[in-house]
């Protein structure tokens, strides 16, 4: 109705109604899918799958298929975990439509409101159910508790006695290079006689002290193959063993409740005792060979590196004291070199000097003998130079004696002449200092005569 | 010196040597610890050698009633 003024023209020549809006044409099927009468349907269930809201499938049967969705609650509430291919069931409900939209795809199904699974699944329904009690009674923890040994020394083996489980244990064991003791408890693995056996043959390895670990081995089978190891007696046995157990039945895709119980749960009986047996035997060895060699090299180390910072310690003080002595001998040998340079230099500028001596005594020598020679000389010529200069000197004076002689006033007097002196001795030269004087002194040749000047007879000469 | 006082698993065992080593390698024993981790390591390194070698002596297959037998019998059991 939500298009109406958008509605085309219809079909010419048509005698339907509409054309009307696929929604609303949508709308009206899945109310009136909705008004079918809800009914149980059977058939085998393919291609389950879980969402998060709903979970779908498809119903099969040789006439037909009818796909199926339920809402996740529900599906929940019912306790199943998932159906397996092929599983037969019942399933209640009714037809539901998804109209879909402009964006999504419209999809049929028949809308399931309760399960219940018949045939096989009946029988997957019960193992649920035991599942949930014993892991709600906490049976599938204790054996996941129980210490597995390393190494065991004895393992005990439950299988059938001509299965091919017992070879693949066997090729475990020895991938392992485990070589120990086996001890094997054979029971039928699949009829109604099989969870009894089982059951007690492992109680009787348990009871004896010397098994360390059991395994419980069995090759793929159908879920009816495999139901005796979902045994109640027997998953509530194996969680109360004092060993612990580990499993492998069936193939990978199949979980027994012993798988559940089992402290280990492997897909192959090889796998199961690679299990059993945790340590790879050579590699062992090598690893404690290789834990030998280091125990033994810090051991080793912790001695000598110790005993040498003991040897060091102790050497110190020779160290210390032969250092010493090392550079005192340096000390003594540069010593000695020193000295022996000084001496060699000292003799060596001795002799520069004693030759330079010798050389000024020649010098000297010769200095002195050519002095010698030359005072020799000098002596000569003095002698010679002497004996003239006096002859010349001695001519001299008397020559000068002539003179003086001829300059004398004595000789002045002695020819006549007087000197007239005053009181003084002074000579008198003139008029005015005689007519001055006292008294004269008169000069002659023979002796002194006072006199007294005449005023009267004083005249100057013109 | 943990997991020595009683009787040592192989496991147990190997779990103590590596944690000698650890202690050793870490260089924080002291010359008379180390000397002590060292004799305990060896030790336990021939424990575990022992272990592997009785498991490596060869293949010993029994039936549960032959062990049982043998061991009701009070001998130890032979090889088959």
Same mark, same amino acid.
């Given at each position: 109705?939500?298009?109406?003024?958008?509605?085309?023209?219809?079909?010419? !020549?048509s005698?339907?109604t509409?054309?009307?809006?696929?929604?609303?044409?949508?709308?009206?099927?899945?109310?009136?899918?909705?008004?079918?009468?809800?009914?149980?349907?059977?058939?085998?269930?393919?291609?389950?799958?879980?969402?998060?809201?709903?979970?779908?499938?498809?119903?099969?049967?040789?006439?037909?298929?009818?796909?199926?969705?339920?809402?996740?609650?529900e599906?929940?509430?019912?306790?199943?975990?998932?159906?397996?291919?092929?599983?037969?069931?019942?399933?209640?409900?009714?037809?539901?439509?998804?109209?879909?939209?402009?964006?999504?795809?419209?999809?049929?199904?028949?809308?399931?409101?309760?399960?219940?699974?018949?045939?096989?699944?009946?029988?997957?329904?019960?193992?649920?159910r035991?599942?949930?009690?014993?892991?709600?009674?906490?049976?599938?923890?204790?054996?996941?508790?129980?210490?597995?040994?390393?190494?065991?020394?004895?393992?005990?083996?439950?299988?059938?006695?001509?299965?091919?489980?017992?070879?693949?244990?066997?090729?475990?064991?020895?991938?392992?290079?485990?070589?120990?003791?086996?001890?094997?408890?054979f029971?039928?693995?699949?009829?109604?006689?099989?969870?009894?056996?089982?059951?007690?043959?492992?109680?009787?390895?348990?009871?004896?002290?010397?098994?360390?670990?059991?395994?419980?081995?069995?090759?793929?089978?159908?879920?009816?193959?495999?139901?005796?190891?979902?045994?109640?007696?027997?998953?509530?046995?194996?969680?109360?063993?004092?060993?612990?157990?580990?499993?492998?039945?069936?193939?990978?895709?199949?979980?027994?409740?012993?798988?559940?119980?089992?402290?280990?749960?492997?897909?192959?009986?090889?796998?199961?005792?690679?299990?059993?047996?945790?340590?790879?035997?050579?590699?062992?060895?090598?690893?404690?060979?290789?834990a030998?060699?280091?125990?033994?090299?810090?051991?080793?180390?912790?001695?000598?590196?110790?005993a040498?910072?003991?040897?060091?310690?102790?050497?110190?003080?020779?160290?210390?004291?032969?250092?010493?002595?090392?550079?005192?001998?340096?000390?003594?040998?540069?010593?000695?070199?020193?000295?022996?340079?000084?001496?060699?230099?000292?003799?060596?500028?001795?002799?520069?000097?004693?030759?330079?001596?010798?050389?000024?005594?020649?010098?000297?020598?010769?200095?002195?003998?050519?002095g010698?020679?030359?005072?020799?000389?000098?002596?000569?010529?003095?002698?010679? !130079?002497?004996?003239?200069?006096?002859?010349?000197?001695?001519?001299?004076?008397?020559?000068?004696?002539?003179?003086?002689?001829?300059?004398?006033?004595?000789?002045?007097?002695?020819?006549?002449?007087?000197?007239?002196?005053?009181?003084?001795?002074?000579?008198v030269?003139?008029?005015?200092?005689?007519?001055?004087?006292?008294?004269?002194?008169?000069?002659?040749?023979?002796?002194?005569?006072?006199?007294?000047?005449?005023?009267?007879?004083?005249?100057?000469?013109? | 010196?943990t997991?020595?006082?009683?009787?040592?698993?192989?496991?147990?065992?190997?779990?103590?040597?590596?944690?000698?080593?650890?202690?050793?390698?870490?260089?924080e024993?002291?010359?008379?610890?180390?000397?002590?981790?060292?004799?305990?390591?060896?030790?336990?390194?021939?424990?575990?050698?022992?272990?592997?070698?009785a498991?490596?002596?060869?293949?010993?297959?029994?039936?549960?009633?032959?062990?049982?037998?043998?061991?009701?019998?009070?001998?130890?059991?032979?090889?088959?």
């Open positions: 109705m939500s298009e109406l003024g958008d509605r085309p023209a219809g079909i010419p !020549g005698e339907l509409g054309p009307w809006p696929v929604g609303d044409y949508a709308a009206r099927l899945r109310a009136r899918l909705r008004e079918f009468t809800h009914v149980q349907v059977f058939g085998e269930v393919f291609g389950f799958k879980a969402g998060r809201a709903k979970v779908w499938f498809e119903l099969r049967d040789s006439g037909g298929a009818l796909p199926c969705s339920m809402w996740r609650r599906w929940d509430a019912l306790g199943i975990e998932e159906l397996a291919e092929g599983t037969q069931v019942v399933a209640a409900g009714g037809c539901d439509y998804y109209a879909g939209s402009r964006t999504s795809s419209p999809a049929f199904s028949f809308s399931v409101t309760d399960v219940r699974v018949a045939g096989e699944g009946d029988l997957l329904a019960q193992l649920e035991l599942r949930r009690a014993l892991h709600a009674e906490g049976l599938c923890e204790p054996q996941k508790r129980l210490p597995r040994p390393a190494l065991p020394k004895t393992i005990g083996v439950v299988t059938g006695e001509t299965g091919k489980a017992r070879d693949d244990v066997l090729a475990g064991l020895r991938r392992r290079g485990w070589a120990g003791r086996l001890v094997w408890a029971a039928p693995v699949q009829d109604r006689h099989a969870a009894p056996a089982i059951t007690r043959a492992l109680q009787d390895l348990a009871a004896c002290e010397e098994v360390e670990v059991v395994i419980v081995a069995r090759g793929g089978g159908s879920l009816a193959d495999l139901f005796a190891f979902c045994d109640e007696t027997l998953c509530r046995t194996v969680a109360m063993l004092r060993v612990p157990v580990v499993s492998s039945v069936g193939h990978h895709t199949d979980r027994t409740l012993l798988d559940d119980v089992a402290a280990v749960a492997c897909s192959t009986p090889t796998h199961a005792a690679e299990a059993a047996v945790p340590v790879q035997r050579d590699e062992a060895y090598a690893a404690l060979g290789a030998a060699v280091r125990l033994e090299r810090q051991s080793r180390r912790a001695i000598v590196e110790r040498r910072a003991l040897a060091r310690l102790s050497r110190a003080p020779a160290h210390h004291v032969a250092r010493h002595r090392t550079r005192l001998h340096q000390h003594l040998r540069e010593l000695r070199a020193s000295a022996r340079r000084g001496v060699a230099e000292g003799e060596r500028a001795a002799g520069e000097r004693a030759a330079a001596l010798g050389r000024k005594a020649q010098a000297a020598e010769l200095g002195r003998t050519r010698a020679a030359r005072a020799r000389a000098d002596a000569a010529a003095l002698g010679r !130079g002497g004996a003239t200069a006096l002859e010349r000197r001695r001519r001299d004076l008397d020559r000068l004696a002539v003179a003086l002689a001829a300059h004398d006033p004595q000789q002045t007097l002695e020819r006549g002449y007087a000197l007239v002196e005053d009181a003084a001795g002074e000579p030269t003139t008029v005015a200092v005689a007519a001055a004087q006292p008294a004269l002194t008169l000069r002659l040749r023979d002796g002194r005569v006072r006199v007294r000047p005449d005023p009267a007879v004083i005249s100057e000469e013109p | 010196m997991g020595t006082a009683t009787a040592p698993t192989y496991e147990t065992a190997c779990a103590r040597i590596e944690a000698i080593i650890a202690r050793l390698d870490s260089g024993a002291g010359l008379r610890e180390t000397l002590e981790l060292c004799q305990e390591g060896r030790r336990l390194v021939e424990f575990c050698a022992t272990e592997l070698e498991v490596g002596q060869g293949l010993e297959e029994l039936k549960l009633d032959e062990l049982v037998a043998r061991l009701e019998a009070g001998r130890s059991p032979a090889a088959t």
